[in-house]
């Protein structure tokens, strides 16, 4: 079994900065990696970013890249998302979820994910 916890949302005016946070526990490591997702109302979850631990790669939507950036902070044993720049069309509750597939970009290829938290970004 596979338990996540986000945290780190937040409200923060056009421009700033937030760092959201993933801690998991159980059998991550058997899985691929982690990524995470948003979903503003009335909208699809969308892919955000994601990390293959094996390949030490990264991916990232167009809409954040160069933004954004995913990581592994060992200190702590999570998976943070670093947001720079933010933009009022970031606002979306922001979820984790564990890869256990081989498409990273696509919903269907995490098999566990966190409650979600609110970013809100305003203008």
């Known amino acids: 079994q596979v338990q996540l916890v986000e945290s780190g949302g937040g409200l923060v005016q056009a421009g700033g900065s937030l760092r959201l946070s993933c801690a998991a526990s159980?059998?991550?490591?058997?899985?691929?990696?982690m990524g995470w997702f948003r979903q503003a109302p009335g909208k699809e979850r969308e892919f955000v970013a994601a990390?293959?631990?094996?390949?030490?790669?990264?991916y990232y939507a167009d809409s954040v890249k160069g933004r954004f950036t995913i990581f592994n902070d060992n200190a702590k044993n999570t998976v943070d998302l670093q947001m720079n720049s933010l933009k009022p069309e970031d606002t979306a509750v922001y979820y984790c979820a564990v890869l256990t597939g081989s498409l990273y970009y696509s919903s269907e290829s995490y098999g566990y994910w966190g409650q979600g938290t609110q970013v809100t970004v305003s203008s």
């Open positions: 159980g059998r991550t490591f058997s899985k691929h990696g």
């Open positions: 990390i293959n631990w094996s390949a030490g790669s990264a």
